[in-house]
């Protein structure tokens, strides 16, 4: 579904919505897009989505919107196209990578922090290897 047909179904239901409305709401939500049963997709909270599922998503978002990576330390710095980064960091969250220990995102920019940081390059190579 997209957003513009659930602010339609919203409205049909008697709520005063707008498509920008719906889009702070998901976001503010955490929720992501999945493939759904019918070939179609849609929007659902992360904990309902099945790990192969979460690996190819993730895959497909790093393929996708990925502009750089770079590393400091014990963080990881993503950089992406503009507006990305939150969507990317979610499913980063639920992949429950256990190096990973917390994520922050910007519109365009995600820290990764690692513990411990001796597993840095490790990490950077894993991202290396899914973005192709």
């Not at 602010?7 to 920008?20: E, I």
């Amino acid at each position: 579904r997209t957003q513009e047909e659930l602010a339609d179904k919203l409205h049909q239901a008697g709520f005063d919505v707008t498509q920008a409305t719906v889009s702070r709401d998901i976001k503010e939500m955490g929720l992501i897009k999945v493939p759904s049963a019918d070939d179609d997709y849609r929007y659902a909270v992360p904990s309902e989505v099945h790990p192969s599922n979460l690996q190819d998503r993730l895959k497909r978002l790093l393929r996708e919107t990925v502009v750089s990576i770079n590393d400091t330390e014990s963080l990881i710095v993503i950089r992406t196209i503009p507006g990305n980064a939150h969507a990317l960091a979610a499913v980063m969250d639920n992949s429950n990578w256990e190096e990973v220990i917390g994520t922050v995102a910007g519109d365009d920019t995600i820290l990764l922090v690692i513990k411990p940081k001796e597993v840095v390059p490790a990490v950077l190579e894993r991202l290396t290897t899914l973005l192709g």
